[in-house]
T-cell receptor, first 117, second 116 residues
């Protein structure tokens, strides 16, 4: 079965420090991986995606993610955290279903990022 | 990216009633999806809304409970029927603009439903 795991329920970081939110995946074939952020009482906002090419993907708000095929990971990173980055972060994978384009996403359970000042 | 709106943004409903949630997109899109996010949980796909044909439901979700309409390429509705407190969730509409496997999905702001 294709799935994505976020092993940490919560990540706590001090403002100005680097942050990492972990994600591992299990898919057959080439993985299509996504990160979304959800602020309180708001919908999901797209941050970045990996389809192919460079293993380091840059996205919105200074976030980036590193695709590591050997470790089946797609960790979200930011060099210097801001208090305003505090939110719920979801990793997602698009399952590979033969002859079916545009299929929906499978989401991890989410990681709450808390950045303290 | 697409601009997606949902109505209502939130509602409090009585057990046994039904609520219809609307999703409007500012441009024609190929794919539209409905997800549920139960309190403190991740997102679970309910169904794919197909234009001009019946929706495709995921395991555990049925048309009688969650009827879906998609009359055109910019609009869809999800009805939560015969509600119980277990249906209290955030319901999110999502769209894919290109329809391909590399497509990015964009999400509406969600409808927060509380069933008493």
């Amino acid at each position: 079965a294709q799935s994505v795991a976020q092993p940490e329920d919560q990540v706590n970081v001090a403002e100005g420090n680097p942050l990492t939110v972990k994600c591992t995946y299990s898919v057959s074939g080439n993985p299509y991986l996504f990160w979304y952020v959800q602020y309180p009482n708001r919908g999901l906002q797209f941050l970045l995606k990996y389809i192919t090419g460079d293993n380091l993907v840059k996205g919105s708000y200074g976030f980036e993610a590193e695709f590591n095929k050997s470790q089946t990971s797609f960790h979200l990173k930011k060099p210097s955290a801001l208090v305003s980055d505090s939110a719920l972060y979801f990793c997602a994978v698009r399952p590979q279903r033969p002859n079916q384009a545009g299929t929906a996403l499978i989401f991890g359970k989410g990681t709450t990022l808390s950045v303290s000042s | 990216s697409a601009v997606i709106s949902q109505k209502p943004s939130r509602d409090i409903c009585q057990r046994g009633t039904s609520l219809t949630i609307q999703c409007q997109v500012d441009s024609q899109v190929t794919m539209m999806f409905w997800y549920r996010q139960q309190p403190g949980q991740s997102l679970t796909l309910i169904a794919t809304a197909n234009q001009g044909s019946e929706a495709t439901y995921e395991s555990g979700f049925v048309i009688d409970k969650f009827p879906i309409s998609r009359p055109n390429l910019t609009f869809s509705t999800l009805t939560v029927s015969n509600m119980s407190p277990e249906d209290s969730s955030i319901y999110l509409c999502s769209v894919g603009t290109a329809g391909g496997k590399t497509d990015t999905q964009y999400f509406g702001p969600g409808t927060r439903l509380t069933v008493l």
